[in-house]
């Protein structure tokens, strides 16, 4: 029978590891898009509408606009406005507890121990957070564990053993897969994702049960012949109903095909897009690597591994190492579905390690063993004072973002149709919009949902320049790379860019008898075109005043939460891709 002290020990030692996987996933910096969902989530409530074409451009005025983001969007809006920055920093917060939490109970729930399974959600939790952003993203990867967690559920009641007869009423957690996916579709794109990992488990459980008479080679075949054709009849039919469920979105099957084509065309100017380099080492390469060893040791050496959701997990393996920004799905996956059979992996292993080993070891005595909720609450106190300052602010580093030239821009009054390095402009956005400016950004962080390809062709040329040697994609229709197309074709009125980015820097000191510098600091430089704004008065310095600021940091409403001068002496080309 437990004692007291054994059941404070388990809730602590599972708070413990929860809160530390939170901690690691509690970035507090914001992101470069983050303004930007905020202001079209803002309208949408404003409004109660949803906009068909780009708004906030002046370059792709009546294009067509497909936000797969509008209830995340709407939900971060909603939230900021209610309960301010805490609504967003608490809100990634509680929503990393749940990820982690949802495969840590139901580890549990199968006696797996809190070592495999607690470190299991630290090796998770590094994988994910380097893309736990304030972005809609973070709850695309919500509602991917909770698919898992339908998913490992339907699995392991099929694979009961005989002296429960499997039947149609086992499918029954799948059933949540078809409003989740309907929920999912409308609030990112990673539904597509989703749809894939379910037909993929969903369709190898069919072929299993089709096999007939081979089934035996299956772990899962027990208890299910008698029943297999109702049960593909059932696994069939709530495929199709998750499908069908994607296509209430505003959109309908344009959204699809949107998808469809997206994906087909590659995207070397985003990050997120890069694969993983395994010679780097860095913290997403040993976590993949981990994880994708672990993978082939239950492929191995698993007594009773479940191939539909083995095969699945190691092809979404593949498509990570491609894609960096699949890691984290991957992670969510294998913490779902992996840890009873690497629990079972080790125990053999430790038993092993034991018959070969003389048994010197003594049992833990009473008096350590109570010792262990003292400590336990000291480590989740020790996370709790760390993990505080990051919910209770929300920075914006002056060292990334033009916190000093946008403040600028606004005391100037300098409106009009503006030009700002990539991921600098829905930063830029949130204050014309806030500051009631009537100006517009050339391109933003919505790339492709918004874009004409032409125009992000024209953007990165001028970003690149002519001389870049790093992997792009352009359209054969935009012709050679012109870096002053976008300066003579969509005819900015300002230019706002990053001092970081040399071809910039270069392309708009070529071109001073049509352009004035009107500012420049540390990390920017403010141009105007002459025909549009008289000679005003330049700042120029090579100094970063503000180095950290409260988000949003708008100038009329700033509230600086450090404030130094910061010299800046390397001013050397870095790519202008979008940050992780």
Same mark, same amino acid.
């Given at each position: 029978?437990?004692?007291? +002290?054994?059941?404070?020990?388990?809730?602590?030692?599972?708070?413990?590891?929860?809160?530390?996987?939170?901690? !690691?996933?509690?970035?507090?910096?914001?992101?470069?898009?983050?303004?930007?969902?905020?202001?079209?989530?803002?309208?949408?409530?404003?409004?109660?509408?949803?906009?068909?074409?780009?708004?906030?451009?002046?370059?792709?005025?009546?294009?067509?606009?497909?936000?797969?983001?509008?209830?995340?969007?709407?939900?971060?809006?909603?939230?900021?406005?209610?309960?301010?920055? %805490?609504?967003?920093?608490?809100?990634?917060?509680?929503?990393?507890?749940?990820?982690?939490?949802?495969?840590? %109970?139901?580890?549990?729930?199968?006696? !797996?121990?809190?070592?495999?399974?607690?470190?299991?959600?630290?090796?998770?939790?590094? &994988?994910?957070?380097?893309?736990?952003?304030?972005?809609?993203?973070?709850?695309?990867?919500?509602?991917?564990?909770?698919?898992?967690?339908?998913?490992?559920?339907?699995?392991?009641?099929?694979?009961?053993?005989?002296?429960?007869?499997?039947?149609?009423?086992?499918?029954?957690? *799948?059933?949540?897969?078809?409003?989740?996916?309907?929920?999912?579709?409308?609030?990112?794109? +990673?539904?597509?994702?989703?749809?894939?990992?379910?037909?993929?488990?969903?369709?190898?459980?069919?072929?299993?049960?089709?096999?007939?008479?081979?089934?035996?080679?299956?772990?899962?075949?027990?208890?299910?012949?008698?029943?297999?054709?109702?049960?593909?009849?059932?696994?069939? =039919?709530?495929?199709?109903?998750?499908?069908?469920? =994607?296509?209430?979105?505003?959109?309908?099957?344009?959204?699809?095909?949107?998808?469809?084509?997206?994906?087909?065309?590659?995207?070397?100017?985003?990050?997120?897009?890069?694969?993983?380099?395994?010679?780097?080492?860095?913290?997403?390469?040993?976590?993949?690597?981990?994880?994708?060893?672990?993978?082939?040791?239950?492929?191995?050496?698993?007594?009773?591994?479940?191939?539909?959701?083995? #095969?699945?997990?190691?092809?979404?393996?593949?498509?990570?190492? +491609?894609?960096?920004?699949?890691?984290?799905?991957?992670? #969510?996956?294998?913490?779902?579905?992996?840890?009873?059979?690497?629990?079972?992996? /080790?125990?053999?292993?430790?038993?092993?390690?034991?018959?070969?080993?003389?048994? =010197? &070891?003594?049992?833990?005595?009473?008096?350590? /063993?109570?010792?262990?909720?003292?400590?336990?609450?000291?480590?989740?106190?020790?996370?709790?004072?760390?993990?505080?300052?990051?919910?209770?602010?929300?920075? !914006?580093?002056?060292?990334?973002?033009?916190?000093?030239?946008?403040?600028? *821009?606004?005391?100037?009054?300098?409106?009009?149709? =503006?030009?700002?390095?990539?991921?600098?402009?829905?930063?830029?956005?949130? !204050?014309?919009?806030?500051?009631?400016?009537?100006?517009?950004?050339?391109?933003?962080?919505?790339?492709?949902?918004?874009?004409?390809?032409?125009?992000?062709?024209?953007?990165?040329?001028?970003?690149?320049?002519?001389?870049?040697?790093?992997?792009?994609?352009? +359209?054969?229709?935009?012709?050679?790379?012109?870096?002053?197309?976008?300066?003579?074709?969509?005819?900015?009125?300002?230019?706002?860019?990053?001092?970081?980015?040399?071809?910039?820097?270069?392309?708009?000191?070529?071109?001073?008898?049509?352009?004035?510098?009107?500012?420049?600091?540390?990390?920017?430089?403010?141009?105007?075109?002459?025909?549009?704004?008289?000679?005003?008065?330049?700042?120029?310095?090579?100094?970063?005043?503000?180095?950290?600021?409260?988000?949003?940091?708008?100038?009329?409403?700033?509230?600086?939460?450090?404030?130094?001068?910061?010299?800046?002496?390397?001013?050397?080309?870095?790519?202008?891709?979008?940050?992780?």
């Amino acid at each position: 029978m437990k004692t007291a +002290s054994q059941d404070r020990s388990k809730w602590l030692g599972a708070l413990a590891v929860l809160t530390t996987c939170s901690l !690691v996933m509690s970035m507090n910096e914001a992101d470069p898009d983050l303004w930007g969902h905020l202001q079209y989530g803002r309208e949408i409530l404003s409004t109660g509408e949803l906009p068909k074409t780009a708004t906030w451009t002046f370059t792709a005025e009546g294009y067509r606009w497909i936000n797969h983001e509008n209830f995340a969007e709407l939900a971060m809006a909603a939230a900021y406005d209610k309960f301010g920055h %805490w609504g967003l920093t608490l809100g990634k917060y509680i929503l990393g507890l749940f990820v982690i939490g949802l495969s840590y %109970w139901s580890a549990r729930r199968q006696n !797996v121990p809190p070592i495999t399974i607690g470190a299991m959600c630290l090796v998770a939790a590094y &994988a994910i957070e380097f893309h736990w952003h304030f972005r809609p993203q973070v709850l695309g990867y919500g509602c991917f564990a909770v698919l898992c967690f339908l998913l490992k559920q339907a699995v392991d009641r099929l694979s009961s053993s005989a002296a429960h007869p499997v039947g149609i009423r086992d499918l029954a957690p *799948l059933l949540g897969t078809i409003p989740l996916m309907a929920f999912w579709a409308n609030s990112h794109g +990673s539904f597509a994702a989703g749809l894939a990992v379910g037909m993929s488990v969903l369709g190898m459980l069919a072929l299993q049960l089709m096999l007939g008479p081979v089934l035996t080679l299956f772990p899962q075949a027990s208890g299910l012949r008698s029943n297999r054709w109702a049960l593909v009849s059932g696994l069939v =039919t709530v495929g199709f109903l998750a499908l069908a469920a =994607t296509f209430g979105n505003p959109y309908g099957i344009q959204l699809h095909l949107w998808l469809w084509d997206a994906l087909h065309v590659p995207r070397p100017e985003i990050r997120d897009w890069e694969g993983i380099s395994l010679v780097s080492l860095d913290r997403q390469a040993l976590m993949f690597l981990v994880i994708t060893s672990s993978l082939v040791a239950v492929a191995a050496r698993s007594r009773r591994p479940s191939w539909p959701l083995l #095969i699945t997990a190691l092809l979404i393996a593949t498509q990570a190492y +491609s894609h960096i920004r699949h890691l984290p799905l991957l992670a #969510i996956l294998w913490l779902s579905w992996f840890p009873k059979s690497l629990e079972d992996l /080790r125990s053999r292993v430790t038993a092993h390690f034991r018959e070969s080993v003389p048994k =010197t &070891a003594r049992p833990i005595s009473t008096r350590r /063993r109570s010792w262990q909720p003292i400590f336990l609450a000291a480590w989740i106190a020790v996370v709790g004072v760390l993990t505080w300052p990051r919910i209770a602010q929300l920075r !914006v580093d002056g060292t990334r973002f033009p916190v000093d030239a946008v403040r600028f *821009l606004v005391d100037q009054r300098l409106e009009g149709n =503006t030009l700002v390095t990539f991921n600098w402009a829905q930063y830029a956005i949130g !204050v014309f919009a806030h500051e009631e400016m009537e100006s517009r950004v050339a391109f933003d962080g919505r790339f492709r949902t918004c874009y004409p390809q032409s125009v992000i062709d024209r953007h990165f040329d001028f970003l690149f320049g002519s001389d870049y040697d790093g992997p792009r994609y352009r +359209s054969p229709e935009s012709g050679p790379i012109d870096p002053i197309a976008t300066l003579e074709v969509d005819q900015p009125d300002f230019v706002l860019i990053s001092r970081k980015q040399r071809p910039s820097i270069r392309i708009m000191e070529s071109v001073t008898d049509d352009w004035d510098l009107l500012y420049q600091d540390g990390l920017a430089q403010i141009w105007a075109r002459k025909d549009k704004e008289p000679r005003r008065r330049s700042v120029e310095t090579d100094e970063i005043a503000t180095s950290i600021a409260a988000f949003p940091a708008f100038p009329s409403t700033s509230r600086t939460l450090r404030d130094r001068r910061v010299a800046t002496t390397e001013n050397r080309f870095t790519s202008p891709q979008k940050e992780r």
